[in-house]
């Protein structure tokens, strides 16, 4: 049974900086592709970031390109995001997913998906 174990800063403020991690475990994980999603109230969710275990490509959608990153440690099974000067509007639970999706951002197309966790940017 895989399991994704997000981690990270619940509250930061606008302009400083957050980490998030993700930690597959369980036999047979394969998953080629991990990925970052978040939900903020009332809204869709919407993809953030996504890294292919098979090569160094990794994927932003517009709305973080340029603040954010995402880094793995693939001893660990793990993804990282960062998030560099943080605003309001990045205020969201995010959660972290893992699959074979044809496309990264692609909710529907990942096979698991860990419980989320909340991140609020606020002064």
């Known amino acids: 049974q895989v399991q994704l174990l997000e981690s990270g800063e619940g509250l930061v403020q606008p302009g400083g900086s957050l980490t998030l991690s993700c930690e597959a475990s369980?036999?047979?994980?394969?998953?080629?592709?991990m990925g970052w999603f978040r939900q903020a109230p009332g809204k869709e969710r919407e993809f953030v970031a996504a890294?292919?275990?098979?090569?160094?490509?990794?994927y932003y959608s517009d709305s973080v390109k340029g603040r954010f990153s995402i880094s793995k440690d693939d001893f660990k099974n793990a993804i990282y995001l960062h998030a560099n000067s943080p605003n309001p509007e990045d205020t969201a639970v995010y959660s972290c997913?893992?699959?074979?999706?044809?496309?990264?951002?692609?909710?529907?197309?990942?096979?698991?998906w860990g419980q989320g966790t909340q991140v609020t940017v606020s002064s």
């Open positions: 890294a292919d275990w098979r090569g160094s490509s990794t």
């Open positions: 997913a893992a699959g074979r999706p044809r496309y990264e951002d692609h909710a529907h197309e990942y096979d698991y």
């Open positions: 369980g036999r047979g994980f394969r998953s080629p592709i």
